[in-house]
């Protein structure tokens, strides 16, 4: 696990950004931590590194919301509300996790027995300043290993 700490939404976002480069199709990030931590904000700096110029809000009613402007199609996921697993397979989720672009999944945690094994983890959590976040980055597989090598989010 890699540990990094954000001082302000801004570090959040130009981090995610950084990451926008490495991706490939079929990657998934699962965002957890706490509410209102920036899972959002993460995913939107995610996005305009992909080159989504479109505004990124938060897909909390919907569920889901497709991006397909950028270098690869961007599917953001919000299960807060979702009432269990059942619903994320109704709307054929591994059409996305499986699919041809890259999964951003709010809140994964939730629904963790229909992630894949292979996955980004990133936790956001709150720190007493208020706008300090730690950053938990959990590779798991060797391709994730290798992605995050490439990443220098300290950077
Ligand atoms: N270091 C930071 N990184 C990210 N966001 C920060 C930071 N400091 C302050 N913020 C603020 O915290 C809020 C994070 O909101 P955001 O919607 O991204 O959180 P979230 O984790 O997606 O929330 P939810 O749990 O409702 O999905 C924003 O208002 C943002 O400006
Ligand atoms: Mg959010």
């Known amino acids: 696990m890699i540990s990094v700490i954000s001082h302000s939404p801004e570090e959040t976002w130009e981090l995610a950004s950084k990451l926008a480069p490495i991706l490939s199709k079929g990657d998934l990030i699962n965002l957890s931590g706490d509410l209102g931590a920036g899972k959002t904000v993460f995913t939107k700096g995610l996005a305009a590194g992909l080159g989504i110029v479109e505004p990124v809000t938060s897909p909390t009613f919907t569920i889901i919301k ?6 690869l199609p961007l599917y953001h996921f919000d299960v807060y509300r979702l ?7 109704e709307l054929g989720f591994d059409e996305y996790f499986y699919g041809e672009g890259i999964t951003v999944i709010e809140w994964g945690d939730r629904v963790e027995e229909l992630l894949p094994d292979i996955r980004l983890d990133v936790k956001i ?17 060797d391709i994730w290993q290798e992605k995050v090598k490439e990443w220098q989010p300290g950077d």
Do not use: A, Q
């Open 66 to 71: 497709e991006y397909e402007e950028g270098r």
């Open 83 to 89: 009432f269990s697993p059942d619903e994320l397979e």
């Open 125 to 141: 959590l709150r720190l007493v300043d208020e706008t300090f976040r730690r950053i938990e980055i959990s590779p798991y597989g």
